[in-house]
């Protein structure tokens, strides 16, 4: 059964910085593309940032976190990380993570087993 587990969220002031992790079992995560999804209240999900199978050499960003997040991942661990620095309340969301052996320009066509998500919350 795959698994997704989102945890590292909490509150921060603007400018603050979070490091999320994702968690996953159920299927072979080093094979996969993954992505970071977001979703704020009364919005849709957006997609965050995607990196690449194996060693995740190709990663791409939304262009409103372009520079200020930073997409990892440690397979022996089974885990994909997600850096963010200089956070702005327009980041208040519950993020997401997702896998696919497919590549997507966005959010993963389909996906269905989200997991709780953790939630990031930027105020003064």
């Known amino acids: 059964q795959v698994q997704l587990v989102e945890s590292g969220g909490g509150l921060v002031q603007p400018g603050g910085s979070l490091k999320l992790s994702c968690t996953a079992s159920?299927?072979?995560?080093?094979?996969?593309?993954m992505y970071w999804v977001r979703q704020a209240p009364g919005k849709g999900r957006e997609w965050v940032a995607t990196?690449?199978?194996?060693?995740?050499?190709?990663?791409r960003y939304e262009d409103s976190v372009k520079g200020r997040f930073s997409v990892s991942r440690d397979n022996a661990k089974n885990t994909m990380y997600l850096q963010m620095d200089s956070l702005r309340p327009e980041d208040e969301a519950q993020y997401y993570c997702?896998?696919?052996?497919?590549?997507?320009?966005?959010?993963?066509?389909?996906?269905?087993?989200w997991g709780q998500g953790t939630q990031v919350r930027v105020s003064s």
């Open positions: 990196i690449s199978p194996g060693g995740g050499t190709i990663t």
């Open positions: 159920g299927f072979a995560f080093h094979s996969y593309w």
């Open positions: 997702a896998g696919d052996p497919r590549y997507y320009n966005g959010v993963p066509e389909g996906f269905s087993d």
